[in-house]
Structure formats: structure tokens, C-alpha cells
């Protein structure tokens, strides 16, 4: 049985190698179709880790509230200055800490300050007043040498900051920070500590927080009231505006993701309490947006593999396509196989050898070539963006981050060999079903 299986691959394998380019570019459809499937799952891939590490930052067992202007509220009140006065006030937080305050953490934030300077350097100001419980609610970390804010901080209302990484960069170039002073709003404050850079800047994170959370200051919450009070105020061109706000964010902890859906619903209707309608807030929940994310991303995945697949059809159709020819070409080697003693089934077998091998080959041919094409998008995608060519067509930071995985390869494959039998099977009883006395006659 042995022998009879290694003649008849012996046979199939021959008869490829005797026509090598027409086997590659039959096989050709196959390899395209499975490298698109292994480049467009890698993207794919790709964009879920990133997408879902964004989201997983802001922390899977969190409830974030945040104050939001109300559209009503979005222009002016007339003339050349206005206060707008919105969001959670310290009383939503007193309630919550209420409800939950027992067994869960809550850290609140309030945006507060202008701008910030050091020397010549300015910049628009994220700072904002918070507690030392944030850095763990929010899964920040501080560089070894600083430290975050302590309980001391905000009991004495000690004039310090902890700065972001992109301050920290921006501000402090060739210096150490830790230690410096820098100014808010003219008010100088020391820096105890620099936040590690936080990956989601401009990502699916970033945009639930609506900023980058690489810029942000923190100062202890008691030092923000003390010394800015609860109006913010910008000036530009003559006039200024203001917002009265007296907490930008509160962050509840839970402790585990099955309390989060609970405790966001119990969250949400304490909240309603002072703000009907929820108008002016703004409830973001993780957990929520990362289970749709994922469904989400579930559906593009199927979607995009759908379409790479109509690769592996059209390489499929190519091959019988192929075989067809290749039988009325060998009709007479056909005849002269079944009159010495061949089979139906044996002439099947061959021909079905061939079509698996060269879908197999292609298989493996189309593999190396999606796994090199998706390593090489990671560096070629911004490099042809800075080029001439897209020049102020899109933005040179776009980055693609692909990740090959092993069950896209393993699929494409097995579907490609798959595709190769599926197909070669017509041919295959086709040449089966020559009559031996025309086939021999055959030219």
C-alpha cells in the first residue's frame, strides 16, 4: 500500500515538475488569496490589540463621570465676557462617596489653571487638581527617581506638580524636572514627579478622555481650590470666557468587572439627581466599550477574510481551469495508463495529488509572502506617507502595527489546500472517465 501511495505522488509530482512555470502561475491565485488573508488578518489584529490596549488603559473595572458643556451652552452669553457654569459639583461626589465609598475607591479631578510656562515656554494648560488615589484608579506610573502626590500634599495644600510625559519633554529638554518649578497661571509650583508616557495619546483612549493625557499636570485637589477656586478663565483678542466647574471628573473603581454595568447604572441615577437629562454629563465605561470593541472587531475580521478569501475562489477556479486543459492534453498518457491496468481511482488520485501539491506549495509560497509583506507595512506605510507623493494628504503619524497569528496561517492554509482538492475533483473524474480505446488513439 506504501508503494502504490509513493508511485502515485512519484507520478503527480513528475508530471508538475515537467512544467514548472505553468504549475507557479496556476498555483498563483493561491498564493495571492492566502497572503491576503494573512496581511488583512494581521492589520486587523493589529488595529484590535492597539484599539483594546486604549481602551483597557482607562482601566477595565472603572466608571469614569465627566462634565460636559451642554450644546445650549456651547456659544457666548452676550458681550465681551461670560461664565458658564456646568458639570459634577462636590455634592455628586459627597453622594457617591455615600453609596460606594465603603467598598470601592473614588478619585475626582478638577481641571483648573490657563496656562503653563517655564522660561519662554508656554503652553495651553491640562492641569488638573486630583488625589493621591488617582495614580492606581487610573493606572498611571511615576518615573523611579519622583514620587505622585501624598495626603500631606493635599492637607497642607502644598504648592507641588506631578507633570506628563509630554511636559516633561517639552519643558525640560536637557534638564531634570524633578525639583524645577514651573508656572500656572502665574502661581509657581515645584515638580515631585514625572508620569511614564501613556501609549493611547490620540488613540481610542485618548479620544473617550478627549485629550492626551501625556500633557496633563496634577496638583493636590486642595492646592487647585485654594489657589484658582472654581472658575476657569481664558482670555483671547480683548475678551474672556470662563467656565465655573468644580469637578472635571470622578473616577469610581470596582472591584471586579462583573460590578461594573451595576454600579454605572446605580452611578447614573444618583447623578441624575442634580442633572436630569444628564445634559452636562458625560458617563464613560470601559468594560462597556471594550466588549463592543471587540464585537466590533470581531465582525471587520469576518468581513475583510470574506473578501481576501474571493482570492482563494478565484486561485481555486484557475486550477480546475488548468487541470481541465491538462487533461484533454494527456488523454492519450491517460489511455495508455488505464490499458495497462490502471484504475479509475488511481487516474483520480493523480490528478488530485497534483492540484493538492500545487495548492499546497502556494499555500506555503503565499504565507512566507503575507508574512513578509505584513512585517514590512509596519515601516513602509509612514515612510510612503512622508514622501512626496501624500504630501498634506494625510498625516505622516499614521501608524500601522500589524500582528501575524498563527490561526490566520494555519486557515489560509488548510483552506487553500482546501480550495486546490475542491476544485481538482472535476478534472480529476473527468480524465477518470476517458474510454481507453479513443484516449489511445488521441493525438
Not at 453609596?99 to 519662554?120: C, H
Not at 473616577?251 to 451595576?262: A, C, H, K, L
Not at 486561485?315 to 490502471?342: D, Y
Request: hydrophobic share 45%.
Amino acid at each position: 500500500m506504501i508503494a502504490y501511495i509513493t508511485e502515485i505522488v512519484r507520478l503527480g509530482l513528475g508530471n508538475l515538475a515537467l512544467h514548472k512555470l505553468r504549475s507557479v502561475l496556476t498555483s498563483l491565485g493561491i498564493i495571492l488569496g492566502v497572503a491576503a488573508v494573512i496581511v488583512v488578518v494581521s492589520i486587523g489584529e493589529g488595529n484590535k490589540r492597539s484599539a483594546l490596549e486604549d481602551i483597557e488603559a482607562l482601566g477595565a473595572t472603572n466608571i469614569i463621570i465627566r462634565s460636559v458643556k451642554p450644546p445650549a451652552q456651547s456659544g457666548g452669553g452676550g458681550g465681551n465676557s461670560f461664565i458658564v457654569a456646568y458639570g459634577l459639583g462636590r455634592r455628586d461626589h459627597r453622594r457617591l462617596e455615600a453609596a460606594f465609598g465603603e467598598d470601592m475607591v473614588l478619585a475626582e479631578l478638577k481641571a483648573t489653571g490657563g496656562e503653563i510656562r517655564r522660561g519662554s515656554n508656554r503652553s495651553v494648560s491640562q492641569c488638573f487638581g486630583t488625589v493621591p488615589q488617582f495614580i492606581d484608579v487610573a493606572n498611571l506610573e511615576v518615573s523611579p527617581r519622583g514620587r505622585y502626590l501624598t495626603q500631606s500634599d493635599l492637607d497642607q495644600k502644598n504648592p507641588v506638580a506631578v507633570i506628563g510625559h509630554e511636559i516633561a519633554r517639552q519643558f525640560f529638554r536637557l534638564e531634570d524636572p524633578i525639583g524645577s518649578t514651573i508656572r500656572i497661571n502665574e502661581v509657581v509650583f515645584t515638580v515631585v514627579g514625572v508620569l511614564g508616557p501613556v501609549g493611547f495619546a490620540g488613540g481610542a483612549g485618548a479620544a473617550q478622555l478627549d485629550r492626551d493625557l501625556n500633557k496633563d499636570i496634577h496638583i493636590p485637589i486642595t492646592t487647585a481650590l485654594d489657589r484658582f477656586g472654581d472658575v476657569v478663565v481664558r482670555r483671547e483678542s480683548g475678551s474672556f470666557s470662563g467656565e465655573e466647574i468644580q469637578l472635571s471628573e470622578i473616577y469610581i473603581n470596582t472591584p471586579s468587572t462583573g460590578d461594573v454595568i451595576p454600579v454605572s447604572e446605580i452611578a447614573k441615577r444618583i447623578v441624575e439627581i442634580d442633572h436630569p437629562g444628564m445634559r452636562d454629563i458625560e458617563m464613560v465605561v470601559p468594560w462597556e466599550l471594550l466588549e463592543n470593541a471587540k464585537r466590533a472587531m470581531l465582525v471587520w475580521n469576518i468581513m475583510l477574510i470574506s473578501i481576501a478569501a474571493i482570492s482563494l475562489l478565484v486561485g481555486g477556479i484557475g486550477i480546475m481551469n488548468i487541470m481541465l486543459a491538462t487533461v484533454t492534453e494527456r488523454t492519450r498518457e491517460i489511455g495508455i495508463r488505464r490499458a495497462l491496468g490502471a484504475t479509475r481511482r488511481d487516474i483520480i488520485l493523480q490528478f488530485l495529488i497534483e492540484t493538492g501539491s500545487l495548492s499546497a506549495v502556494g499555500g506555503l509560497l503565499g504565507i512566507a509572502l503575507g508574512i513578509g509583506i505584513s512585517l514590512l507595512l509596519e515601516s513602509f506605510i509612514p515612510w510612503l506617507l512622508r514622501t512626496s507623493l501624500f504630501s498634506g494628504v494625510s498625516s505622516s503619524n499614521v501608524s500601522i502595527n500589524p500582528e501575524v497569528t498563527l490561526w490566520s496561517i494555519i486557515t489560509a492554509f488548510l483552506v487553500a489546500v482546501v480550495v486546490g482538492l475542491v476544485f481538482g475533483i472535476y478534472p480529476a473524474i473527468v480524465a477518470s472517465r476517458r474510454d481507453p480505446i479513443i484516449a489511445l488513439r488521441h493525438d
